[in-house]
Every structure is written in C-alpha cells, then in structure tokens.
C-alpha cells in the first residue's frame, strides 16, 4: 500500500464485501494489529472474536495505546473512527494481506499438519531446502530463518500465527531473501481460517491421534479440521502423506501425491532395514527416487517416520536424492524433541510428548536404550482436553519403571485437580507426585 491511510484499508475489505459502515474522515495509518498490546501510535486495531475471549473488550485498551482507528463488528462507542464490518477475523486477514503486500505469493510455501511430529517435520523440511541458506519455519519453536536466526513475531504461544502476525513474519522472510517457508498448520489454524489466502506447493499429513478435543469436540471433527490442509493446495500443489496412517484415507485423491510410510512397502518413500541405538538411527531410504542409507542423528522410531515425511517433501519438491541423505544425516538437534540434556550420572531427555501416543512413542523408543531405570517426569496443561489425561497416566504406568506426575501449565485450573485426573489412570501402580514442578524435577534427577 502506497499512501498507508485507513481509506486504503477500508477500499481493500470493500472489495470482499465486509464493511457496513466507515468513516468518511481521512485517517493516516502506520499499522495493523488483533492484539491490543502490540498497538503503537496511529495504528489501526481489529477486534477479533476468538474462543476464550472477544477482541471488542479490548478496545478501549487499543485507544489507549494510540490506535488511529478500530475496526468492529459492532459499534463500541470508541473515541477514534471506528469501521464496522461482518467478519472480523477475515477483516483482518484481508488487512494484513493488503499492508503487507501480499509476501506469500514470493514464497514456495509448505504447510505441516498431524497431531505429533509437525515440529520435527518443519524443522527438518526446513533443513533440507536450506543447502543455500534460504529456507525458513514458522511453528511451535517460533520462526526461523535460514541462517537459524529468530524471526520477530508477536504470535505468543500459537502453533500458527495469527492472520495479520502471520503476514508480517512472511514479510520479514521475504525481506530476508528467504525462498521456502515451511510451516506447521495446527488444527485450529485450519479451523478458523488462518491460512486462508495463502497457496501451499505441498502439504505434509504426519499422523492422528488424540488431541484438542476440548476444542473440536470429537475426533470426527478433530480429523475434518487436518484434512483441511489439501484445500490450500495450488494447482501444481503435492500431497506428502503418511501411508502408515489409515486416518489420510480420508484425504481426495490427488494426481501429485506422494507417499511416505515405514510399514506401509507401497509407499513412494520407505525405510528398510532400520537400526536404532544411542546415537539415532540408520535406515535405507528406498523408492520410487532411488535408494540410500541414511544415518539420522535422532533418537526413536518416530522419528525415522519424520524423516521420511521431510525427505519425501524435499523429494518431491525436486531436491536430489543424494542431497537429501546428507542432509538427513547432520540434521541439528531439535530442541524439546528427544533432546538430550546430559549424559552423566544418567541420560536426562526432554520431549514435548503432550498426547497419549506421544508419550507412549517417547517411551518405547527409550526402553531398549535403558540399561537401568527408565523414569518419566510429566503433567498435563489445564483448560485442554481431561479426557486424554488418565490416559496419558495409564501409559506412564504400563511403560515407565518409575512416574513422577507434575503441574504443565495449569491455566484457569486447579493442578491438583489436574494430577488427580491423570492418577485415575495409573490404577495401582507406586508412582510420585509433586505440584511444584522444580521440585519434581529435582527429585527425578537425583533418584
């Protein structure tokens, strides 16, 4: 946008058909935000309705920072100009497109979706376009650029960025020379419509399990939500699908599909012959684009899955199968995935593991590396899911020699209550306890 005014902005959502009323004064603008607190002077602020709250009770707070204008589904009686649309939401996204150019059109973008492994997958996808230090990943971890240097968000805790955060971090990629954007798609994301607008060359489906469905409600919908992804394809778009996951059965059948898988041998890209130990893997990595042994410095079994979910992306997306290998083969740490804190006195790892079959993948691929006691130390956050939480205690205590249950962000609730609810699960088997997390996690080292 040229002059940077209201006009301007107002003009770009007339265009969609959201606005029932404007302000006829001319207003100078020099930015645009859904979060209250990020408002700078003469910024405009958009109200957007979310599922904890509602964006018009910050309004006020929006004028006070210096918002020049607040864009509303309803009137609020602000002392700025206030423009009245039907969607809130799609407003700002419509904005954040029009402010900031539009920067995924310069982008080769790859969305990641599934309910574990999304992380991993992006970093790796990542990794591997960026032999010339232009690929970047947006995700759980925040974003990244291509030579591993953060890139500015105000997206918070969110899986996926907001619609307008998301167009300003695509922008700073572009800024940044950047080529190739990888990027986790969460369920909500895609169920509320923040992607919209953008156009994936490939879309990665690493698996389903049970997750969210404090927000989805049931796994029917949960799953409908994933599916999503493939409709942002374009028309030269890949489908990268686990073919060990019968849930993608679902997905509508693409002519520019390729598949990965472990046990699934009719997969375009497969592992054979696969070794773990201490240190990774090493596999065959075999198919349809020739075959190569891979020696994947990342620990478990899942985790071959992610890489062949990577490679199959990078495949597809012209990389040479020779390249891919080596780059597999000195893939970084990621950081809270089966990441190694210290080896002595005994092996300290750290993983995310927050569903059910997370937990159980963690444990199972630890098991054969134990020589002595395998210890688990986790909890479950609050306001998310409690069904899934004496789950997750029924296979701490089936997989683990020793369970210590702790606080993990309890939010709005009670964290005793929290552990009482995973307890249920553990039936009668000896585990500890501890509401204070630091004190759980000293205890857990030092037994």
């Known amino acids: 946008m040229k002059g940077r005014t209201l006009e301007e902005l107002v003009e770009a959502l007339r265009r969609e058909g959201l606005v029932t009323r404007a302000p006829q004064e001319s207003v100078s603008v020099t930015g645009v935000s859904a979060d209250s607190r990020s408002i700078a002077p003469a910024n405009v602020f958009f109200a957007v309705r979310g599922t904890a709250s509602d964006g018009h009770e910050y309004v006020a ?3 006070a920072r210096g918002a020049a204008a607040v864009v509303v589904e309803r009137a609020t009686g602000a002392a700025v100009p206030e423009v009245i649309v039907v969607d809130g939401r799609r407003a700002a996204r419509i904005a954040g497109q029009a402010w900031y150019r539009r920067p995924a059109d310069e982008l080769i973008m790859i969305g990641v979706t599934g309910t574990n492994g999304k992380t991993t997958t992006t970093a790796l996808i990542r990794h591997l ?3 010339g230090g232009a690929a970047g990943s947006i995700g759980t971890l925040g974003a990244m650029d291509g030579t591993g240097q953060p890139v500015p968000s105000t997206a918070g805790a969110l899986t996926t960025p907001g619609p307008i955060d998301l167009q300003a971090t695509l922008a700073e990629f ?26 994936f060359r490939a879309a990665v489906f690493t698996n389903v399990s049970r997750d969210h469905l404090d927000y989805h409600h049931s796994m029917e919908e949960y799953l409908a939500a994933k599916l999503r992804l493939s409709s942002y394809l374009g028309l030269e778009g890949i489908e990268v699908v686990n073919l060990d996951d019968p849930a993608w059965q679902a997905l509508p059948l693409s002519s520019r599909r390729v598949t990965f898988g472990r046990v699934a041998g009719e997969a375009d890209v497969l592992s054979r012959a696969q070794r773990l130990d201490a240190t990774g893997s090493r596999f065959q990595l075999t198919g349809r684009f020739g075959a190569a042994w891979v020696e994947l410095p990342l620990l478990g079994e899942f985790n071959i899955s992610n890489a062949l979910a990577a490679a199959a992306c990078a495949l597809s997306l012209g990389k040479p199968l020779a390249e891919v290998v080596d780059r597999l083969s000195d893939a970084p740490p990621i950081p809270g995935r089966m990441e190694v804190l210290t080896k002595h006195p005994g092996t300290v790892i750290r993983d995310y593991a927050h569903t059910p079959d997370a937990l159980a993948r963690a444990l199972e691929a630890l098991r054969p590396l134990t020589a002595g006691r395998l210890a688990v130390l ?11 939480r004496p789950m997750m205690g029924r296979v701490a205590a089936r997989l683990a020699d020793l369970s210590i249950v702790t606080s993990d962000n309890p939010r709005t609730e009670d964290p005793d209550r929290i552990i009482d609810d995973i307890e249920r699960g553990m039936g009668g088997v000896a585990h500890r306890r501890f509401t204070d997390r630091t004190e759980a996690i000293r205890t857990i080292v030092q037994e």
């Open 129 to 131: 376009l960026n032999a």
């Open 378 to 388: 986790f909890g479950c956050g609050g306001d998310r899911d409690p069904g899934k």
């Open 174 to 199: 572009v800024g940044r020379g950047t080529s190739h954007v990888a990027m986790e798609a969460s369920s909500h994301s895609l169920d509320q419509g923040r992607l919209d607008g953008l156009c």
């Open 61 to 63: 707070d929006a004028v």
